[in-house]
């Protein structure tokens, strides 16, 4: 049997030779450092069932409380946190080093964050203050505290960071700190010397802190200076008057993580401006993309947005504290409904447009999808796309065109009903209606700048979608009643 020295097996550790490796494991059973590193370097390669394997084997040795830490490790990686916990727990009780003690605490610190559990973790990252994990500790306590609002806590964790390894990080967290604390030109001063160092991170931050500020001039010089996009360099486009830039940066922000909020703001734009069409065609467009794969918050901002376009558009105001048939639909579709809604509400004779008994419901509804084509399709402001398709004795009255409504962008039908021509009394509104058109529009334009108030009458949180300066700009940028509580820099 071949003997082989620590320094070697780093060697063949360092060259990732897991052949080799496993030669000299099977040539050795009892060797349980050149098994405990083949684990692991198992692990680095993603072969977690193996590494467990040659793990398991070094339970009854003593590398027992080393062989956990690692299989705590394989558990987390298999996202089951509850035995990584179980792993962890046992080796800060009965190890007998330090080392791993300090280890396995600091893993569970990682793990709780990563759940978090933000109090569970502040405890272990407070346990390893003073030990060989203590910078790493001070760090993240600093961040915790900052998280849970403890800025005077947090602060005094990053202040002992600074000139340390950590320094160019820390000063951008104490900018972050400082600017919560209300100390603007502390702020300022941690941030600049962040991007002394490198840091760009903190560019975007003494950008956005510009931006608070109402400094938009500023605001922009900095964030001009990221590669990436980001939702507040269109925003101070807009409001140095920039409107064109401002339309350009929203619409680059599209299908990426702002996706939704650019296409919020860029609609609101156009109906500032009394583009209704384009603001109601970017909304659809929105809905189009989240009717199908979210059916929560965004989704129901963009429906309420809708409803309040659909004022300008047809004669019966929409309410918002209940939703239609349709509204159900476009939040979660489900074809059943949509057959037994047909079926109830067009075939009973007792209500209007109902179909005629020779009409095979089950096999239309599937059929007729073949002939919903662009040259069908009818162009009307309406959230859903409308089909009309002529079909001849379609309804019970003689009716010979077949209205089809579905989901925008789709052949998903919500509904279909027998018309005698292709547009009845839902028609869009004419400007010859005496509508009062300028305050329909401050109307709107009031109802969108308070549309976080709707959230405290009905069934949906905006919370999450939007900050509260956020908040402060919707109704600064788009409500034509308001004072201007901002003016731009100069």
């Keep these: 049997m071949a003997f ?60 027992e409380c080393a062989a956990k830490l690692e299989l705590g490790v394989i ?87 600074l000139n340390t390894s950590y320094d160019y990080v820390v000063r951008h967290e104490l900018g972050k700190v400082e600017y919560a604390l209300g100390n603007i030109g502390e702020a300022r001063y941690y941030f600049g010397t962040s991007i002394d160092q490198g840091n760009k991170c903190s560019i975007f931050e003494l950008g956005k802190l510009e931006f608070e500020e109402y400094n938009y001039k500023e605001a922009e010089k900095y964030l001009e200076q990221l590669e990436y996009h980001n939702l507040y360099l269109p925003k101070i486009k807009y409001l140095l008057g920039e409107k064109e830039d401002s339309i350009e940066g929203f ?11 650019s296409r919020l703001y860029l609609s609101m734009i156009y109906i500032k401006d009394r583009n209704y069409e384009e603001a109601f065609n970017v909304i659809k467009d ?9 059916s929560g918050t965004k989704l129901k901002i963009a429906l309420s947005l809708l409803k309040e376009l659909n004022v300008f558009f ?38 209007k447009n109902n179909f005629s008994e020779d009409i095979d419901l089950f096999n239309l509804f599937q059929s007729i999808k073949d002939k919903m084509t662009e040259e069908t399709q009818t162009p009307i402001l309406t959230f859903c796309d409308v089909y009309h398709i ?23 039908i919500i509904t279909m009903f027998p018309v005698f021509n292709k547009r009845d009394n839902l028609t869009e509104i004419d400007e010859e209606d005496n509508v009062d058109y300028i305050l329909k529009t401050d109307i709107l334009l009031k109802k969108l700048s308070t549309l976080y108030e ?6 949906f949180d905006l919370g999450d979608v939007f900050s509260d300066s956020e908040k402060d700009m919707l109704i600064d940028m788009f409500d034509l009643k308001a004072d201007k509580k901002r003016k731009l820099s100069k």
């Design 4 to 63: 082989i020295t620590k320094e070697e097996i780093y060697e063949i550790k360092a060259t990732n030779n897991l052949e080799l490796m496993k030669e000299y494991c099977d040539e050795d059973k009892t060797n349980g450092f050149i098994h405990f590193e083949y684990a692991k370097m198992l692990i680095k390669n993603g072969m977690y069932s193996e590494a467990k394997e040659e793990l398991t084997s070094l339970l009854t040795t003593r590398r």
């Design 75 to 161: 558990a987390i990686l298999n996202n089951d946190y509850g035995l990584a916990r179980e792993y962890f727990h046992y080796v800060e009780d009965y190890t007998e080093y330090q080392f791993e003690r300090e280890k396995a605490r600091f893993e569970l610190a990682k793990l709780e964050l990563e759940c978090k559990n933000l109090e569970k973790s502040k405890l272990y990252f407070e346990k390893l203050i003073d030990s060989s994990q203590d910078q790493s500790a001070k760090l993240n306590l600093g961040r915790i505290n900052y998280q849970l609002h403890n800025y005077e806590e947090s602060k005094k964790y990053f202040i002992t960071l």
């Design 251 to 261: 619409k680059k922000l599209f299908n990426t993580r702002d996706n939704f909020q």
């Design 286 to 294: 929105t809905m189009s993309s989240y009717c199908t794969t979210d």
């Design 314 to 351: 047809y004669k019966e105001y929409p309410k918002y504290d209940e939703y239609t048939y349709s509204d159900r639909q476009v939040i979660m579709y489900d074809e059943t409904n949509a057959l037994s809604h047909i079926i109830t509400n067009h075939t009973n004779h007792s209500s």
């Design 390 to 412: 002529d079909y001849p004795s379609i309804g019970s009255e003689g009716e010979s065109t077949l209205r089809i409504i579905t989901l925008p962008g789709t052949k998903e």
């Design 454 to 459: 709707l959230s405290q009458t009905s069934d």
